[in-house]
């Protein structure tokens, strides 16, 4: 299979372009990115696009399923409207040009709570793009809903204290569904997403993922 990816800087891209990599059943990783990266694996194929100008580069996104996990945050873009940017724009327009191109299988990461109704900034522009990226009909589109990410050497200082303070919680028996998710976890479990031999249209939340990233396909 060949793989398209969007995100592949982040925490959970990172681990979910390893695992692609280490894949027998994946002959190509596409990897779309504004700063060149350097793989020593020959399976690994960059893009170095500026995702303002999706005419540019949208006859790129070709192959058998596009997984899309980009995120930033409100402190890291500077402003709502850069942040709708990445967590939106960049990422629909990825998943459209999968779409003319015949791509038939979509992975995304949105995130707990997500809904285009919510008054929170950031629920509501993750619920946008479920919105945007659903009405494109993939035949199978799989979106997963993890909740408090557990990134390896996390810069947001705010989630790494808050997976710090739930993992002391949930030694002591409270709120073990709630247990932050590791990025090679989530990771895992979209992979294993993408292997699934059937079609349709999929949410998968924290309570599910960790099981969904056992199953073998």
């Known amino acids: 299979m060949i793989a398209l990816v969007i995100g592949a800087t982040g925490a959970t891209g990172k681990d979910l372009v390893n695992e692609l990599l280490g894949d027998p059943d994946f002959t190509e990783v596409h990897l ?18 500026d995702f303002n100008q999706p005419e540019e580069w949208k006859n790129l996104v070709k192959g058998d399923v596009a997984f899309s996990c980009m995120g930033t945050t409100l402190k ?16 629909y327009n990825f998943a459209k040009s ?56 996390s810069e947001r200082f705010a989630e790494a204290v808050g997976a710090n303070v739930i993992k002391f919680i949930n030694k002591l028996g409270i709120l073990k569904n709630q247990k932050p998710l590791p990025t090679k976890v989530l990771a895992q479990a979209m992979v294993n997403a993408s292997k699934i031999k059937s079609n349709g249209y999929s949410k998968i939340k924290l309570a599910n993922i960790f099981s969904f990233a056992e199953k073998k396909h």
């Open 32 to 49: 779309f990115v504004r700063k060149t990266l350097n793989f020593n694996n020959p399976k690994a194929k960059v893009h170095l696009v």
């Open 76 to 91: 890291a873009a500077g402003s709502k409207e850069a942040q709708r940017k990445v967590d939106v724009d960049y990422q």
């Open 98 to 153: 999968a779409r003319q191109n015949n791509v038939d299988d979509f992975v995304l990461v949105s995130a707990y709570g997500a809904t285009s109704k919510s008054k929170m900034f950031y629920s509501k522009i993750k619920g946008e793009l479920e919105d945007k990226i659903k009405a494109l009909q993939f035949p199978k589109l799989t979106i997963f809903q993890p909740g408090m990410l557990d990134r390896k050497d």
